[in-house]
């Protein structure tokens, strides 16, 4: 069974960092691109980040650019979100999403 498991979230003041984690299970983790989306209260779910497959090119909204930084571990089958300088608006859920399978969620709560 194909699973998705993030961890990492909590509450931080604005300009803190956190460091989410995404353990993939039940698929082959270097066959898909692992992206990261997040939703805000009252929100539609957004693409936050990507990183594809095997040559691991990434990729950001604008919003989060030059403060989030994806990368990925094949061994561990983890992915992983560094995300600095945060902002009250980067608060929401954050999921990570692969071959057609999210992870529950974990929430991120920035305090200005």
């Known amino acids: 069974e194909a699973q998705l498991v993030e961890s990492g979230g909590g509450l931080v003041q604005a300009g803190g960092s956190l460091t989410l984690s995404c353990v993939a299970s039940g698929f082959t983790f270097d066959d898909y691109a692992i992206g990261w989306f997040r939703q805000a209260p009252g929100k539609e779910r957004e693409g936050v980040s990507c990183i594809s497959a095997i040559d691991r090119d990434t990729d950001y909204a604008d919003s989060v650019k030059g403060r989030f930084t994806v990368s990925k571990d094949n061994v561990k089958n983890t992915v992983y979100l560094q995300m600095d300088s945060l902002k009250p608006e980067d608060t929401g859920v954050y999921y990570c999403?692969?071959?057609?399978?999210w992870g529950q969620g974990t929430q991120v709560t920035v305090s200005s």
């Open positions: 999403g692969a071959g057609g399978e």
